[in-house]
């Protein structure tokens, strides 16, 4: 425990408490493995055949690519969303310090941070979510937008609930999603990853997650294909 840097669990109280249970605390018994040690192509060749089987991987690699970083996505970016907007607390998110515990079958089920504070939630973008999804789609040959909208669609998911329960100004993390670029200038890869179009409004992700490739899989109900490309 770092002096005078309160533990992630320690922020998360009331109806927030939900946004923390895949973060896991120090002294959790889980075994949990390097993120970097996981993203190794050997481990998740192994991982990937494991949860899919012979039928899917590796013919279908990049389709397993995209569903099982959903999985990762789902346990990293609600905790650090919330702690960041609602408690002003940043965490360092090297790859090299998280560490991801994972289930039976091998999908993420976990994460455990090297708990020392970061700069903004900026580095959610720059510190791991970046080099996370050149590592994923190098590794399944897909290209980094489908990966981009995976966190897209969690992020904005995890702000809607949060806008639901909180009146703490969730700009910072819906500027995310609708600035085309970052404070820096750069292109924002999250830019737009989920609209509403329609009415009633339809929830609709700008990019494909590519599930619709394996019927096993099935179609996400957010897809943003017509259904003559199916």
Known sequence: KFPGIPMPHDLFTGP???FCQ???AADDPRPVQPLLEVLRPESLDALLLNIYGPELMPAQRAVLVSQWSKY???Q???PVVVSSLVFDRHWSLRLDQVSLALDERGLPSGVKLDVREGGSLDGLLDDNL???IEILST???LPGAVLWGNAGDYLESCLVRLGALTDV?????YGLLRNSTLSDGRRNPLFNAISYVGEPARR???TCCLSYQVEWVGRCEHCPLGCDHL
Not at 169 to 173: C, H, I, K, P, V
Request: proline letters at 8%; zero cysteines; aromatic letters at 16%.
């Open 169 to 173: 100004s969730l700009e910072a993390g």
């Open 22 to 24: 895949t973060l896991l």
């Open 72 to 74: 990762y996505f789902m």
């Open 76 to 78: 990293l970016i609600p």
């Open 204 to 206: 609709k992700r700008r």
């Open 16 to 18: 927030l408490v939900s």
């Open 130 to 132: 970046r080099p996370f």
């Open 139 to 141: 590794y399944g040959d």
